[in-house]
């Protein structure tokens, strides 16, 4: 446990700089982040820890650090010094100098961890809410893969910022395409981590799709465009990501194809989600949708 010297005044769990770079976190991690100064700079400390508490499943040591200093004085979740000792222990052993300051010459704990969901208003929902299933996170792929691979999951982080894709649904469609083998090339000629066909490669400008970070864009921008094609429906993206967009539009759903089908399982085993934001104006909408939300539409005027 924290001695009674490492428990901290409300004002001095906020005495640092709001500013602190956050250089190292992925845009998702810093995004929840900021959220969560925002909740505490706005006195909602039950929205800053859900969102810290967030951050630090992703492996964030500053989230631990500053979700470790809530727990010690009790804003915004109740009053722990042990889960408080166990949050700062886990940042220092990840380097992080405040926590290692707070800690001082006392053994860096390993012990409770929260529990996110837990950390939510009685009747209040979450996205990540335990009863639904939730996407494996960046911090898991990197934990899984050698070192020598561990920054790609870095570089998927900030091209997947960039055009606006969740970095886990990246992943999961490499590991199910690649493995994350740079060098595959497949009987059909698809090639590297995304498995560009040729004519995917040409459409996304990708002049040579062995190239890692090259293969990564072509591949994160065709995720973007099914996405917006398909109106946010992460099946069947995923089907025409496989099949090409074409074959769901003759099927109106996804294709009656075993590898297709197989192939869907499998990433949204890894990417449990429905539905993923997309860009609206990129491209027009898939007839698939289209007939599909008229189906609703005429549903609900029945009713």
Known sequence: MLGTGLLLSVSAVFADDPGA?????????AGLIDAAR??????DYPLAAQRYCEAAREGSAEAMFRLGRLYSVGLGVRRDNAVAASLLGSASRLGHAGA???????????GRQPDCDSLLPSGAVSA?????PQPRSTAHYASVLPPGKRKLVKVVETL????????????????AESGFDAAAISPK???GLMQLIPET??????????HPEQNLKGGIAYLRWLL???????QLALAGYNAGERAVDKYRGVPPYEETRAYVKRVLELYPLATHPYEDGLVAPSVTVIERDARVEARKRRM
């Open 21 to 29: 770079a956050l250089a190292d976190e992925s845009p998702h991690v």
């Open 228 to 234: 917006a094609y398909f109106r946010g429906d992460v």
């Open 38 to 43: 925002a909740g505490e700079q706005a006195r």
């Open 100 to 110: 290692q300051q707070m800690l001082g010459d006392l053994p860096a704990p390993e």
């Open 201 to 210: 490669a040409e459409r996304f400008n990708v002049a040579d799709p062995l």
């Open 189 to 191: 000629n698809a090639q």
């Open 160 to 175: 997947a910022a960039r055009y606006k894709v969740d970095p886990r649904l990246v992943l999961a469609v490499i590991v």
């Open 128 to 132: 990540d809410s335990a009863e639904t």
